[in-house]
Structures are given as structure tokens and as C-alpha cells.
T-cell receptor
Framework: GESVGLHLPTLSVQEGDNSIINCAYSNSASDYFIWYKQESGKGPQFIIDIRSNMDKRQGQRVTVLLNKTVKHLSLQIAATQPGDSAVYFCAERGPGTYKYIFGTGTRLKVLA | GAVVSQHPSRVICKSGTSVKIECRSLDFQATTMFWYRQFPKQSLMLMATSNEGSKATYEQGVEKDKFLINHASLTLSTLTVTSAHPEDSSFYIC?????????????FGQGTRLTVV
């Protein structure tokens, strides 16, 4: 289930199930998006990216969907594994800039 | 992916002293480096963007005299927290990107946990 408030939203999934992590971005003119995974005490790790002229991109076990109409990104993880447990952030880049603005993040917990 | 090395990974300093954090791109030339700050259970907040050889661009609300950024070469940027206070305790993360134009991902260092006592 999900919980919000002072803590990061948390998504709990059973091992082997598919996970869907959502992100609302802020700037309708943003033209490039990245999903990052961050494990405790470490820096963010690149997972997958997508340009604004695409609505879907697939990687190994991961798929990113982009809906520009509602400024929404999602990250789908197939056959979720315990090693997928982490905090996931989406980041957007505005046009004409190289600044990356991060979303609030979602904690993914994989239940054995 | 490319490697960005951040040093130190942890530092404890006394209130009033200054601390320098280094960010190095090990196998590529970083035309742009970014510095972020992250509080526990929160997202990364961009502090400043620096391009090699020019002054850093700070985000609104970030004190440039408090957080000194130097990007003297294409492989090294430093963040100095001057006259540190306990409220400066945080996780500081740098990222770097190379290349000019286009959509290129930013690679992150492993972060530095600063504790000011």
C-alpha cells in the first residue's frame, strides 16, 4: 500500500510481482526525463531515460511511460526482486538547461 | 556508465570550521557539474550548477558565500561549506555530465554525509 506525509510514499510489492512507480513532473516544457534508484547512504544510480518525443521506452526489466498531457511518468519493474528495494526518483530537465529537478521519490519495498 | 567519485564519503567537523568536498569525473570530461543536498527521507534539492572555468549558478535561496563552488578543471569540482553549523548537516551529492548538447545522462557520486557538531 501507499503512505504519504512526512515520510516518502512507500510501495510494497511481493517478490516476483510487477511494480509500478509513479511520478508527476512540474514543467510541461521539460524535454528529458530520467529515473534513478537510490539505495540507503548512496548516490542515485541511473536506471532509464526518455525524451519528450517518446511515450515509452524499455530497458532490461524496466519500462518507462511518459504522458505529457497530464505531466506523468511511470516506471514499471517486471518480476520485482529483493535487490530492487530502494528509493526511486524521477528527474526532469527543462529545455535549454542542463539542470535536473528531482521528484519527491517513492520507497519500494519488496516482500519475500 | 561513467564514474563520478566523491570524497570524502563521511566527514564530521566542528561548528565554525569549513569543509571541502571533492567531485571528480574519472573517465570522462565533465562540462557541467551539479551539487545537490538531501535531507533524510527527502528528495535531492539542486544547490548549484557549475560549468568548467566559469562561476557557478546558484539556485534561489542557496547562499553562494556559504557554499563555495569551484570547477577549475573538466574533471574536478569542489564544494566548500564555510563556517559550518549543525543545520548544514546533510547528505551532499554531486553529479556530472559530459558532452555538449543533446540528451546526456548525469552520473552521480556516492555522496558525502556531513555532520557538524
Amino acid at each position: 500500500g501507499e503512505s504519504v506525509g512526512l515520510h516518502l510514499p512507500t510501495l510494497s510489492v511481493q517478490e516476483g510481482d510487477n511494480s509500478i512507480i509513479n511520478c508527476a513532473y512540474s514543467n510541461s516544457a521539460s524535454d528529458y526525463f530520467i529515473w534513478y534508484k537510490q539505495e540507503s547512504g548512496k548516490g542515485p544510480q541511473f536506471i532509464i531515460d526518455i525524451r519528450s518525443n517518446m511515450d515509452k521506452r524499455q530497458g532490461q526489466r524496466v519500462t518507462v511511460l511518459l504522458n505529457k498531457t497530464v505531466k506523468h511518468l511511470s516506471l514499471q519493474i517486471a518480476a520485482t526482486q529483493p535487490g530492487d528495494s530502494a528509493v526511486y526518483f524521477c528527474a526532469e530537465r527543462g529545455p535549454g538547461t542542463y539542470k535536473y529537478i528531482f521528484g519527491t521519490g517513492t520507497r519500494l519495498k519488496v516482500l519475500a | 556508465g561513467a564514474v563520478v567519485s566523491q570524497h570524502p564519503s563521511r566527514v564530521i567537523c566542528k561548528s565554525g570550521t569549513s569543509v571541502k568536498i571533492e567531485c571528480r569525473s574519472l573517465d570522462f570530461q565533465a562540462t557541467t557539474m551539479f551539487w545537490y543536498r538531501q535531507f533524510p527521507k527527502q528528495s535531492l534539492m539542486l544547490m548549484a550548477t557549475s560549468n568548467e572555468g566559469s562561476k557557478a549558478t546558484y539556485e534561489q535561496g542557496v547562499e553562494k558565500d556559504k557554499f563555495l563552488i569551484n570547477h577549475a578543471s573538466l574533471t574536478l569540482s569542489t564544494l566548500t561549506v564555510t563556517s559550518a553549523h549543525p543545520e548544514d548537516s546533510s547528505f551532499y551529492i554531486c553529479s556530472a555530465r559530459g558532452g555538449a548538447g543533446g540528451n546526456t545522462e548525469a552520473f552521480f557520486g556516492q555522496g558525502t554525509r556531513l555532520t557538524v557538531v
